[in-house]
T-cell receptor
Framework: GQNIDQPTEMTATEGAIVQINCTYQTSGFNGLFWYQQHAGEAPTFLSYNVLDGLEEKGRFSSFLSRSKGYSYLLLKELQMKDSASYLCAVSGLRDDKIIFGKGTRLHILP | GAGVSQSPSNKVTEKGKDVELRCDPISGHTALYWYRQSLGQGLEFLIYFQGNSAPDKSGLPSDRFSAERTGGSVSTLTIQRTQQEDSAVYLC?????????????FGDGTRLSIL
């Protein structure tokens, strides 16, 4: 079966660091994406991982372990504007099907 | 246009009516995706087009749903005999070639409400 799990909600403090985990079980693996979605808006691309390891991009980093079916998104120096849903998505054996998790709603407190 | 354009942005209709949703992808993007997002839920994959072809239609929820793409550009998603459970935001996305490594660019969606 196809399954992507991520926490439903998380809360963190402005200026702090937060790690959002994602585990997946899919038929085949072609890469893992993280998207950010503010309420009422379209998702926007954050990162893509296909090889094991950490990809750093400014305040955001994404990690992948293919053997464990595990990824995380790390957000540093949190800002109020980071309050949003973060969607983990996996591209499977076929390019024509991208499976999205239900998203993690991140609340940032001042 | 600069981004993916969807119309209408909002649609309210009565149960049993047919609706047609439109997506205009980024110019030159050959891959086009339709998703559905219910309140507080993740994205549900509906269908993917590579050019004008949709190799797999199994993601469509029922035979009331159909989609087409003409000229390798604009796509329409049609829902016949709408039901209340069809109420959701319908998102369209496009990517350059539809290959696994490419990010998808999303439109702002059509918010569909069935009364």
């Amino acid at each position: 079966g196809q399954n992507i799990d991520q926490p439903t909600e998380m809360t963190a403090t402005e200026g702090a660091i937060v790690q959002i985990n994602c585990t997946y079980q899919t038929s085949g693996f072609n890469g893992l994406f993280w998207y950010q979605q503010h309420a009422g808006e379209a998702p926007t691309f954050l990162s893509y991982n296909v090889l094991d390891g950490l990809e750093e991009k400014g305040r955001f980093s994404s990690f992948l372990s293919r053997s464990k079916g595990y990824s995380y998104l790390l957000l540093k120096e949190l800002q109020m504007k980071d309050s949003a849903s973060y969607l983990c998505a996996v591209s499977g054996l076929r390019d024509d099907k991208i499976i999205f998790g239900k998203g993690t709603r991140l609340h940032i407190l001042p | 246009g600069a981004g993916v354009s969807q119309s209408p942005s909002n649609k309210v209709t009565e149960k049993g009516k047919d609706v047609e949703l439109r997506c205009d992808p980024i110019s030159g993007h050959t891959a086009l995706y339709w998703y559905r997002q219910s309140l507080g839920q993740g994205l549900e994959f509906l269908i993917y087009f590579q050019g004008n072809s949709a190799p797999d239609k199994s993601g469509l929820p029922s035979d009331r749903f159909s989609a087409e793409r003409t000229g390798g550009s604009v796509s329409t998603l049609t829902i016949q005999r709408t039901q209340q459970e069809d109420s959701a935001v319908y998102l369209c996305a496009s990517s350059l070639r539809g290959q696994g490594a490419e990010p998808q660019h999303f439109g702002d969606g059509t918010r569909l409400s069935i009364l």
